[in-house]
């Protein structure tokens, strides 16, 4: 008898073995019981679908690891609800004392967003986690991992990419929101769940405009507000007064803001802070804002860089001819909210003592950062109807992010990673953000879709210069 040698454990093609009697039977017989499976496989599943009408067949794909090329992303569509499906015209987001006229959508809006705040920080749609995206505490969301060449968040600085990476980021959070908001509105008596369902529909979150209005809004500064939830009026935490951190995370956070030689006093109390020690911040923020000239520099974007995209967006751009941009209006406001200020006369640049997380690496923790912010995008969209013609144009960032080396060049197909559109898979780029129709929101300012680009931008200016020319008193 021939006895095989070192025989493979799973030989390639058991059939081979074989002589022709014995696989003609294996053959057949393996081929009668596939047919025999599939039969009763037909049978038994007609039978089901029948005896059980309305039974939908559900396949569950197994988790897989985010690392996997098929892995789906967090898709950031932005909020879907009240867009009218004719004219294509989306809800607008509003200015916070015109946001606080519609009760029930103040309701919806403080309820959701403190759900969201209370979201345990190890799911990937917490607030926590969310905050993480843009700077410290320097870790991976959802899986989009790279080289971390320098201690930062996703968020891109000091790069044309600036306004642009932020839409998306705007985005994720108002369609958690507005999804919240949605299931929430339904669960309200009948007698006013019409009214809040329909508030739920246009709701957008609000922006805080500190170029017309140069001080903190009284709702962020109150710990508790009493709001009409679905079991009727209840005194809740005020979520845009504070978020506190989540139980085991403010070790992590300090030792990531070491890195940065910040100071660790905005970590002592285990909640996001606006400079306590302050006589009266509000007064402080007001006569910061002041003294940085951000109204007026908000209204020189418009008027003094020619419609210059590169200038307009960052301040990694800079030059004497050009000592304005977003990005720079933007930090003044994170300064004159996060720290206290002294201007030496004839200096150049403020020194600014660090009292609050608005003003670190940590901002995005401050639930104000998402009204500054949404302030921020839509002095983007307005200059962008103003100059629908500028745009991004490759230039060099000499910052990096969590994802890319400093000194890339950074350009409109550049991935605005970790944030991925409609099919989860394909990463937004300043191409793709670039019509906040995308993310089905507008601004007042925008809404009217009958206009010609010329007369949109006519229109646009002539708002701009009635809020903040320096001729207004
Ligand atoms: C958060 O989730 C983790 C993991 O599921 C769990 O171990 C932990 O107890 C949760 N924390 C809270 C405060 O619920
Ligand atoms: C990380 O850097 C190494 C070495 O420079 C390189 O080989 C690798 O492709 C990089 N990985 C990513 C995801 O960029
Ligand atoms: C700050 O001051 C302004 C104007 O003086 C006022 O309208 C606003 O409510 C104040 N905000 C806070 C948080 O007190
Ligand atoms: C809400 O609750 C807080 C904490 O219990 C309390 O200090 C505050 O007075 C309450 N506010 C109202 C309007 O009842
Ligand atoms: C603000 O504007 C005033 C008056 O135009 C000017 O003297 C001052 O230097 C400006 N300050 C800053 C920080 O730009
Ligand atoms: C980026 O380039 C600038 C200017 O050439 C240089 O000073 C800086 O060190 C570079 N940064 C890195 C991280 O290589
Ligand atoms: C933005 O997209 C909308 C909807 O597709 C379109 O009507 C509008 O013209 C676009 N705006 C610009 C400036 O391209």
Known sequence: MKTLRNPPLYPRNPLRHMDHAARFNYVTRALMFLAFAIGVLLIGGVALKYATPGLVWKFTPPRLSST?????????????????????????????????????????????????????????????????????????WDGVTGNVTFPSGYATHRSVLFPVWHRPYLALFEQIISGCAVKLAKEYDEDVRKAYEDAASVLRIPYWDWAAKPWLPAIVAQPFRTVRTPKGLANITNPLHQFTFPEGTVDGLRAAAAIHKEDPIIWTTGATMRCPQLADHNGTVSDQLGTLNTTLRTYQLFTELDGDYEHFASIGYWDVHHRISLENVHNSVHLAVGTEMTIEEGAEWARSRLCGHMGSDFASFDPLFFLHHANIDRIFALWQAVFPDSYVTPRISDLGTYLRPANLTDNIDTPLQPFFGEDGKTPYTAATARNISTFGYTYLELMDLTMSPPELSEHVLRIISSLYSEKKS
Not at 97 to 122: I, R
Request: overall charge negative; aromatic content about 8%.
């Open 68 to 140: 996997a090329a098929h892995y789906r992303h967090v898709r950031v569509v932005g909020a879907k609800t009240g867009i009218n499906s004719e004219t294509g015209s989306a809800p607008p987001r509003l200015e916070l004392s015109e946001f606080m006229n519609s009760a029930e959508g103040v309701d919806l809006y403080l309820q959701c967003h403190l759900e969201l705040l209370n979201k345990n920080a190890s799911d990937k749609l917490s607030f926590y986690q969310i905050a993480a995206i843009h700077g410290g505490p320097y870790q991976a």
